[in-house]
Nanobody
Framework: QLQLVESGGGLVQSGGSLRLSCAASGFTLDYYTIGWFRQAPGKEREGVSCISSSGDRTKYADSVKGRFSISRDNAKNTVYLQMNSLKSEDTAIYYC????????????????????WGQGTQVTVSS
């Protein structure tokens, strides 16, 4: 069964750090671009970052550039999102998703080009 499972969310103070994980099962992560998205209460889902299948290309939303870092370990079938200098506006449910076939990481991820979403992990940043 094809599945993505996010973990690593939690409650952190402003300025703190968290590392989110996106573990894949039922398929090999190697062949796919993976994106991270987030959705805050009352707001639309937005793309945060993506990483190409080989890991040589990454993209970030302007709001997280310089603070977040995406990486992948294909041997572990897992993608990570390291989040530093967290702000209250980063509070959201964070989701990972698999890019559709042949979808590269050429721009901040657009949810329309991703399928097979995880259930999400809550990140709450207290000010």
């Amino acid at each position: 069964q094809l599945q993505l499972v996010e973990s690593g969310g939690g409650l952190v103070q402003s300025g703190g750090s968290l590392r989110l994980s996106c573990a894949a099962s039922g398929f090999t992560l190697d062949y796919y671009t993976i994106g991270w998205f987030r959705q805050a209460p009352g707001k639309e889902r937005e793309g945060v970052s993506c990483i190409s299948s080989s890991g040589d290309r990454t993209k970030y939303a302007d709001s997280v550039k310089g603070r977040f870092s995406i990486s992948r370990d294909n041997a572990k079938n897992t993608v990570y999102l390291q989040m530093n200098s967290l702000k209250s506006e980063d509070t959201a449910i964070y989701y990972c998703a698999r890019g559709m076939q042949f979808r590269g990481c050429v721009s901040v991820p657009d949810a329309r080009h991703y399928d097979n979403w995880g259930q999400g992990t809550q990140v709450t940043v207290s000010s």
